[in-house]
């Protein structure tokens, strides 16, 4: 039997309320408001309306998927908002970076710190807090930003998509209906953004469906993360360093991370690809393990644990960034693959993929014009869409 469901039309579409879905949200008003603003010429178009742009937000709130205690680069920020630091929560500016090495006992600094782990004018964030703020612009800007609504299915039209159906509310184990049984809904959206995370439920679908992968496979990497109220004068807000060897091996790709917030808080996190050969390696054991080093068990002694989780990297780089871009689609963030593994970056890539020119020349093409999926002219958008990773990758020295 086929459910029967409330369709609602939308102009864009953004799933995922993350640092590149809101950085997309937020730079299309933007464009909206400058369109609005020129009078909604004969030339430029009729008036537009950042309502009709809609995001979707799985969790209760913005930011409950985001854990504090991250690096940003601030230069897609500074783009997106401009004065951002008049308002944005900017948890303390890096006034150290440092490389260390572990062996079991002992820890050396690098006497010069590797280009990739140079982290001078970037903020250390609470990344939680900065897209809760990021959030609240893209309300006030007009979008709908809708909480509690998951994509479940996409709706494809031809050779692109169409938009999502969101999920079922009311339904058992087994996915059969409750008494309380409420069908999700069948948003339809000219242009459709996925900015789900690494390897988001839609886009692993979708990338497969439309065979979008790269010449590479995708590869993972998992980073398991703590915060802690640490005794006083044991860390310096601002501190960064990253750390190498014990107790990883050196047949293992991954380090460590110890950054140093505001008000004594501490970010601990341990990084490894998930390519380890020993079907025995547990990276959270390990991670329990990295604490017990005597550089790391100065730090904590006398400390409090206050938030842990884990989240999952796409590290396969660019060539197994999949295909971004589709008639009607666009692929941003983790879902795009947009992270520098080597820096351990990637909030300034995910809200730079999210407002590149790609995206809003698609919604200034298709959106005027009438009320069908916007087509991608495929060489723009993939020239667009890659010029932000080619400069950092050459910043990067890669």
Not at 122 to 151: H, I, M, P, Q, R
Not at 156 to 165: A, L, M, N, R, S
Not at 194 to 222: C, F, H, M, W
Request: aromatic letters at 8%.
């Amino acid at each position: 039997m086929t459910t029967q469901r409330e369709q609602l039309e939308a102009d864009v579409l953004i799933v995922g309320a993350g640092p590149a879905g809101l950085a997309c949200a937020l730079h299309l008003a933007n464009l909206i408001k400058k369109h609005n603003e020129a009078g909604g010429s004969s030339k430029s178009g009729p008036q537009l309306s950042a309502e009709n742009i809609y995001v979707l937000e799985k969790g209760r709130e913005i930011g409950a998927h985001q854990l504090s205690g991250a690096i940003m680069n601030p230069k897609a920020l500074a783009e997106l908002v401009p004065d951002f630091e008049k308002s944005a929560p900017l948890d303390t500016p890096v006034t150290d970076d440092a490389a260390l090495l572990f062996t079991r006992g002992l820890s050396f600094r690098f006497p010069i710190t590797p280009p990739p782990f140079k982290n001078m004018g970037n903020y250390v964030v609470s990344l939680s807090k900065v897209t809760k703020w990021l959030g609240g612009l893209v309300e006030a800007a007009g979008v709908n930003v809708f909480k509690e609504f998951g994509g479940a299915e996409m709706v494809y039209e031809g050779d692109g998509i169409g938009g999502v159906i969101t999920e079922d509310k009311g339904v058992d184990k087994n996915g059969k209906p409750k008494d309380n049984f409420t069908p999700g809904y069948e948003l339809r959206a000219k242009v459709t953004v996925l900015a789900e995370g690494t390897r988001g439920s839609l886009t692993k679908k979708l990338v497969e469906k439309k065979k979008l992968d790269n010449i590479n496979p995708q590869s993972y990497g998992i980073g398991i993360k703590e915060l802690w109220d640490v005794q006083p004068g044991r860390i310096a807000p601002g501190y960064v360093a990253h750390t190498l060897g014990w107790p990883v091996s050196t047949e293992m790709y991954g380090g460590g991370w110890i950054y140093g917030l505001s008000n004594n808080r501490l970010s601990i996190g341990l990084v490894l690809a998930l390519e380890y050969s020993d079907p025995q390696f547990d990276p959270h054991a390990a991670f329990q393990i990295w604490k017990t080093h005597p550089f790391l068990k100065k730090i904590l002694d006398g400390g409090k644990l206050a938030r842990y989780g884990a989240k999952s990297l796409p590290y396969g780089g660019w060539y197994a960034m999949p295909r971004n871009y589709l008639d009607g689609g666009l692929i941003i963030g983790d879902s795009g693959s947009f992270l520098d593994s080597q820096r351990l970056k990637g909030i300034h890539l995910a809200m730079k993929s999210g407002m590149l020119r790609n995206v809003s020349w698609i919604f200034s093409h298709g959106v005027p014009a009438d009320h069908r999926r916007a087509r991608v002219d495929r060489p723009h958008a993939r020239a667009r869409g890659t010029r932000g990773v080619q400069e950092n990758r050459r910043a990067a020295g890669s």
